[in-house]
């Protein structure tokens, strides 16, 4: 049922045989995860929707994996968070098509999800087996010390953006959580609605605490103590979980060793007349044995850049990233001990610097539009015992392992772009005219406007990275490969320059239409004995909480001891009279310290809606966004409250935030001004067909008395005795409660904060 996708061979192949049976290309096959009340009934083999054919209960198999889906009318709710969350690429599926009962032939809809965590095998007889991969209680005992804590950090790491979208509890579930080696995969999202309470790390605690038993012994006796810290509320943060738990990972690693061989190999094309591909180390293999007590060294570093630009200008940008980038990233390896976050901050500052010398050229020589030029980059980092990627534009990172391949980073594109918002689906937009346009590249804008994304990999387990420009991995080239070059690798088998060459010939044979450029990187664990973790907190209290994170959560301070489970002090000594005075003073501080502590610990007294930022990979990379980049690139949540006055950007008393009447109304009409202080809510948006993007905001309440800078109160508008005639005036021009009207958001950004929730008289006005 699968064609050949040799331009000259375009066979069709019968069963599921990994190879065309005439010319012995790998085919292409696209597993789906069905979903769905109904999906169990489907009979196997079946063809559903004339598209789909069942393979087993929960796999289903596009026999047009070239094909369009066709458009949805309307996406619905429940896949919003699929798609806002679709950045964390390396653990999410992808909504690939939703089926309706008159498509699927089924009482319900039927969601097909990509990307999910399947693995494959081949047999004997060269047919594929795809499968569901482990799940996480079912692996647990089997993994080593590292990938254990390091299954318990990719959850701390997800907590913050998976609870703002309201599906944390897809964190609680086991089952839900999936297991390809170190790295951690989700099958589904759970909505926290689906369960009776919100999703807690408190719970999350009583669900790991099951696992300590079986844990490994060096790590056994400190998942202990975390689990019973999460319990107590002595960690009360996602972000302070994965600080603490990625302190236990570099102490654990001391005991690894890991051998590293790398190369990268760039080409022409049969089709063009230019190469401005560039990469590092081209054409020479490297190797090295990295082992948790090394001292100083050069880290392995691996680089592939795609340019772009014409007129030979983009070999030009492509070949200054690499040499900027080399400059940057190489001296890391003089400092010791690096810490994801400090990578990930090393990486966003050093990509800035390649595109402001890359953007000052462009001005210079007076370029604009199409003749900027520019180029796409993605690297991979080794500090142990980790590995970075990062990633602008639409040159790609895989991780393979020995049944999987999984693509871990997300194109800046068009498509991509109109799927993070919710307006389609990622296989929909892809086939829109335009769907493949960047967004985002180095030396085309200002740095304030890039966003490069930043994640990381535990080497712990035999595999490799893959890193290429678009010119192997258009068409879905790599799914279809990967079997029969990469895969052997991961077994030790094989050099990796062969493997490397074999890729670009491929490239060039079936899609030959543009430079191709192939970085390979190898991981190959050795054996070796690892230190034991104590059963105590690794890291100072509070030292891993982020205020500056774009979408960090603000731990509420804590009085639980550093330490879970000291002992008991001993009652006090009889004290002197003299001294009773002062220590009943004492005591009254201390109850009031007390107080305050619980108080701040504390829910809000009426939370309504979490606000949904965008780009949730910026708390797992621990970098703060600019703030104009954040205007541009940042989502606002329907239903979620705001305070004016505090935005991203210094206070523009000339440009306040007003209310207009309508989409594209010029602001600075005669709209009502919000004034500073009031609390607003987003009823709903728009993006007309300039691109720009519009919320409609609804005033829920406004500060006391007439100025523009006065603090809020619990109150309406003052009572008209009190303001004066200049006062009036003012009156007239404010926003009151229960008006509303529409704003861009860039602005909104810009003079206003998001709130976690407010009080019933803040939202007096905006009650549903």
Known sequence: MIQCFNPTCQAVATGLTSRCHVC????????????????????????????????????????????????????????????????????????????????????????????????????????????????????????????????????????????????????????????????????????????????????????????????????????????????????????????????????????????????????????????????????????????????SHALPLLLVCDGIGGHEQGKVASEMAIQRLREELLPLGEQPNLSPDMVSQRFKQALASVNDAIVNRNNHEQRSARARMGTTVVAALVHFPYVSIAHLGDSRAYRISPDTCTQITLDDDVASREAHLGYALYSEAVHMPGGGALIQALGISDSGYLYPTVQHLLIDDPSVLLLCSDGLCDYDRVDALWRHTIQPLTRGHGPIQSVAQTLIHDANRLNGHDNVTVGLMRFIPQSAPLPTLPGARLRAAGAGRTANSAIAVTAQPTAVPTAIGDPTPPPPKRLPWVTLGLVSLAALLTAGSAAWFYHQRQPAPAALRPVTLSWPLASLAGDELPANAMAITADVAVGSFWQIGSGLAPADTSNPLRLTAAVNQAEMDNGRVVATGSIVNVTSRQTTADGRRWVRLQVCSIPSGASLDRVPTESGLPPAADLSPAATDLEQQLASPGQQGWARVSHLYRTASALESVTLAQGEACRF
Not at 116 to 145: C, F, H, M, N
Not at 237 to 264: R, S
């Open 24 to 295: 012995g290309t790998p085919l292409l096959y696209r597993f789906l995860l069905a979903v769905g009340a109904d999906v169990t009934r489907a009979k196997l083999g079946s063809l559903i929707a004339g598209r789909y054919q069942v393979l087993s209960d929960q796999i289903w198999l596009d026999i047009q994996p070239y094909g369009s889906v066709p458009t949805l009318d309307q996406i619905p709710p429940f896949l919003l968070p699929y798609l806002r969350l679709s950045e964390l690429a390396q653990h999410m599926p992808r909504p690939y098509a939703y089926l309706a009962s008159d498509e699927s032939g089924m009482p319900n809809p039927v969601l097909l999800l990509d990307a999910a965590p399947l693995g494959v095998a081949v047999d004997d007889r060269d047919q594929i087996k795809p499968y569901l991969l482990p799940s996480l209680a079912e692996r647990w005992s089997q993994g080593t010390a590292l990938q254990q804590l390091h299954w318990l950090r990719q959850v701390a790491a997800l907590w913050t953006p998976l609870n703002q979208e309201q599906v944390a509890a897809t964190l609680l579930d086991l089952d839900q959580l999936r297991v390809d080696q170190a790295v951690l995969r989700l099958t589904t999202l759970t909505a926290d609605s689906d369960r009776p309470k919100a999703a807690t790390l408190t719970q999350l605690g009583q669900r790991w605490q099951a696992l300590v038993p079986t844990a490994q012994p060096e790590s056994r006796a400190y998942l202990d103590w975390v689990t019973q810290a999460l319990i107590q509320g002595a960690i009360s943060a996602g972000t302070e979980l994965a600080a603490e738990v990625d302190q236990a990972i570099q102490t654990l690693g001391q005991g690894l060793k890991v051998a590293i061989d790398w190369v990268a190999y760039t080409d022409q094309g049969p089709a063009r007349d230019r190469n401005e591909d560039a990469c590092y180390p081209e054409a020479q293999v490297q190797q090295q044995v990295l082992a948790g007590t090394s001292g």
